[in-house]
């Protein structure tokens, strides 16, 4: 993925053509728009150097990116191409960086256009399928230079001398990675920079120009330290190894192979340990050590295996079969021509093409072994033998090629096959999951409306007549004054309590800070009504922006209603108070009064504890109650913020 700035991200996805436009449109976004690009950017920073933080930032792009517009959804889907190409791993790299290009596509972005095709390109580089990467490559190219972008155009030519130098065509790898250089003369802190200088190095050493090479792994070794990025520096230090190596400077390359072995296995990049004991093992056979040559292969093999890195097996397998060539260990020899042959098969499958590798090992194996069994005066007639078996295994080895590839096209068609039924199937749940949450919204929106415009009318029209009877016929009797009042009284409450519940109706959710509201009202008009008691109400800032449900809201609050009224009632309390915090992944709750209290052993809990207990068990909650005589009660609350 090419790095870009906020500005130029803001810049590519609303096409403004100049930096104060950029400026101006950028105060438009909303703030999670914002946001998202900020996380995206911090992505972008980490890229080779905290491969974990970019899947960090790609979790919360994602999080957040479900009511906004497309080239933001794909903006999540880069990070995560990008996160797993960091850990080699191919397969996810490529259905999200597909994802992304599906998107674009259709919002013809033509920034995120580019950085989806060179990702793609990216992965068809990694898995050996030249001809795609090429492909992918120059349209990424095409688009960057429509946009005069030199930084994306840069990136793309040092891909693109990579993907030469791996076909074996110097001439042209060479001719990309100074079109790259020159671009990036100026911006020589730019991973981008590093890529290039880093090919070059390896063009140098594979032409025996070992003093050039080093040169270069010097400079690309200074700028990875200012970026603090061991991934850029162990590739540096891995080239400066080999060079010193095959220059048989061995110290100093088995210096720089152990520093680069400590910079992978702090970055826990498995296949990356697994190749730098395969080229200790390498060097292991320059010194002539044999134990060593066995112990960093056994190492190197093992972690290869447990991660199914079939190139890095098969690097070591072919490295044993020269040892033991070399050491006259044709059985040996010929053991590890067969596992490199098991391993190929393997490799078949993920597209590496190194076939010719293959049938020349073998080859060379199977002649060598034939040698020694022949005696002198029967070289020609063993020779004809070794030419007819090796013409006999190359059909052979066509045909299980041809069959693999076969089987690999039926079952990968059938593979896509049962994802596209399985993703409409889940599209159609979905479907019909949203169809019946909004059947559900509805119903609850009219049940609100009736209770509202009927019920709330007609216990209105009661107070009113009530009041009417107690002052319009001067009733005398204080008994009947004292009747009507309480049911007007009665009357009004159950009107705040259907106001309540129609509050808790209307929504699904709704966030602390709702909660807060209602229940400072309800304090503040306790706080009228009782003027000889102190209220107290506090509640933790962290939670304001909380979402609940609709259930835990209204339980709660009735829960904390019923605690006031009953330390107001029965408790002759002079101070009442609520305090609302959070404590780690917990919402605690207590409602304290410095009453008469009462004795927790001998009291036969009432019906109004035991309803606020039924209440907060329902939303999963715990609730307990703590009295002492003469100093008061409190009652404690324990939500988990997941429950809520």
Known sequence: MIKKTLLLVVLVLFSCKNDDATIEQSSQFTKNQKQIISWFNLALAQRNINHFLIEKYADSITKQVANESPNFKALGLLCYGNYYNSINNDSLSFKNYNEALNIVRQTKNDSLLTSAYYGIGNYYKHTGDYPKSMEHFLTALKLSEKRKDTMDMAVIYANLGQLYLQKDDQKQAKHNLYL??????????????????????????????????????????????????????????????????????????????????????????????????????????????????????????????????????????????????????????????????????????????????????????????????????????????????????????????????????????????????????????????????????????????????????????????????KFGNQISDSKIVNQLTKISDFTKSTIIELRDTIWAMNSSEFSFEDLRSRIFNFIEKAKIAQENIEFQFKIDETLSALKISSLVGINVYRTIQEAINNAIKYSAAEKISVNVAAIHDKIEIEITDNGKGFDMETIVLGNGILNMKKRIEEINGSFTVQSTLNKGTTITILLGKDEA
């Open 180 to 469: 790259a250089k020159n671009l990036l003369d100026k911006k020589k802190h730019k991973p981008a920079y590093l890529i290039t200088i880093h090919t070059l190095a390896n063009l140098n050493g594979m032409n025996g120009n070992f003093t050039e090479a080093l040169k270069l792994d010097e400079e690309g070794l200074k700028i990875s330290n200012k970026l603090k990025s061991n991934d850029l520096k162990a590739t540096f230090l891995d080239n400066k190894a080999n060079c010193f190596m095959f220059s048989n400077q061995l110290d100093s390359a088995k210096y720089y192979f152990n520093e680069c072995l400590k910079l992978d296995l702090i970055g826990k990049n498995e296949k990356q340990i697994s190749d730098s004991y395969a080229n200790l093992a390498q060097l292991a056979v320059f010194y002539k050590n044999d134990a060593d040559v066995k112990s960093y292969t056994e190492k190197s093999i093992a972690i290869a295996q447990n991660v199914n890195y079939h190139p890095g097996i098969a690097k070591n397998y072919n490295l044993l079969i020269d040892f033991y060539k070399s050491k006259g260990d044709y059985k040996n020899a010929y053991e590890y021509s067969n596992k490199y042959q098991s391993v190929y098969k393997s490799l078949i499958n993920d597209r590496k093409e190194i076939a010719a590798a293959e049938f020349k090992t073998i080859y060379e194996t199977d002649k060598k072994e034939k040698e020694l069994l022949i005696s002198k005066n029967k070289i020609a007639e063993s020779e004809l033998q070794i030419k007819k078996k090796n013409t006999q295994f190359q059909i052979l080895a066509l045909v299980s090629l041809a069959l693999i590839v076969i089987g690999y096209l039926i079952y990968r068609q059938q593979k896509l096959k049962n994802k596209q039924q399985e993703q409409e199937f889940q599209l159609k749940s979905a479907i019909k999951e949203i169809e019946t949450q909004n059947k559900l919204h509805e119903q609850r929106l009219s049940i609100s409306r009736d209770l509202h415009d009927n019920i709330g009318a007609q216990l209105t029209f009661v107070i009113s007549s009530v009041d009417n009877l």
